[in-house]
């Protein structure tokens, strides 16, 4: 966690220490204000948050004015940790109940990282004493349910897959059948996220979301953003948020971008809490999103 928090650091300080260095300049002007605009919103913080957070900090600075650095920070902490909102629930459902495993179904457009999260997220499970079972039903990209089940294999737990090309609602439904058959806590679900068309994507994660249904309540649905694609992730998240109930997002490729503003702006906009960070490759790259260690991440 350290070692994550330190990537997190290093790709997000700039617009933290962007942001203070403006705040604790000697003379606080109009321009200065339009300096600390545009470094939100070249952050992707998107616009109705950027001008929110600017007001309150108009605000404080007429109130309670800035004496130095230190009080510079402390203003800018507060006033980021409430934006990015540390009251919301970010917990995991990944405990089973008496009767079923816990469903977890991950969903996203192709290429952000949905896959490898499903691989990152059974490893943190297992090393929570959790059974987990995976579920390929990405059968559109051909290597993905290898990819899974290597994965899979990793981590040490089994991977169902079908045919290249089958039906992902009959795969879905054969990964939590064994699943429930097993006794495990956990079955994780990969999808398929052909963007082609809205109606599209809405009969297929649809039809998997419906066929799961008729053995197991569905525990979760995490939304998979690639940070570094800025307001064309958010575009996609949209899309996926209209035609499926979306639980939270998964922010990945965030050691990629210092572009960290996306994870106001993606909540905003979805209102939907980020649950779970991407910060590299790595089987140990994901880590749960907690907002004061965000904020304290792109100050330091
Ligand atoms: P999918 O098509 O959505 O299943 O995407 P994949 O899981 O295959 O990931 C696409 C690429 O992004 C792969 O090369 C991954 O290694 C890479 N990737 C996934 N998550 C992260 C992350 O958090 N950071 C970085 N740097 N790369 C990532």
Known sequence: LVRLRARLARSQGSLGKGLLALLSSDKIDEETWDDIESTLITADVGVGPTQELVERLRTRVRVEGIANAEEARS?????????????????????????????????????????????????????EDKQVVLGAADTFRAAA????????????VRTVRGPEGGDPASIAFDAVKAGIEA???????????????????????????????KSAEVDE???????TTGQN??????VFAEVINVTGIVLTKLDGTAKGGIVIAVQR???????????????????????????DALLD
């Open 75 to 127: 203003v800018l902490r507060s006033e980021l940790v409430a934006l990015v909102d540390p009251t919301l629930d970010r917990s995991l459902k990944t405990s089973r109940t008496d009767t079923k495993p816990a469903i977890v179904l991950v969903v996203g457009v192709n290429g952000t990282g949905k896959t490898t999260t499903v691989g990152k997220l059974a490893r943190v499970l297992v090393a």
């Open 145 to 156: 349910a290898d990819q899974l089940q290597t994965w899979g294999e990793r981590v040490g």
């Open 183 to 213: 006794g495990v806590d956990v079955v994780l679900v990969d999808t398929a996220g052909r963007l082609h068309t809205k109606t599209g994507l809405m009969d297929e994660l649809g039809k998997v979301k419906r066929v799961i249904e």
């Open 221 to 227: 649905v995490l939304l998979v953003i690639d940070a």
């Open 233 to 238: 992730g958010l575009t996609q998240a949209r």
């Open 269 to 295: 906009e979805l209102g939907v809490p980020v649950k779970l960070v991407g910060l590299g490759e790595g089987a140990d790259d994901l880590a749960p999103f907690d907002a004061e260690q965000f904020v």
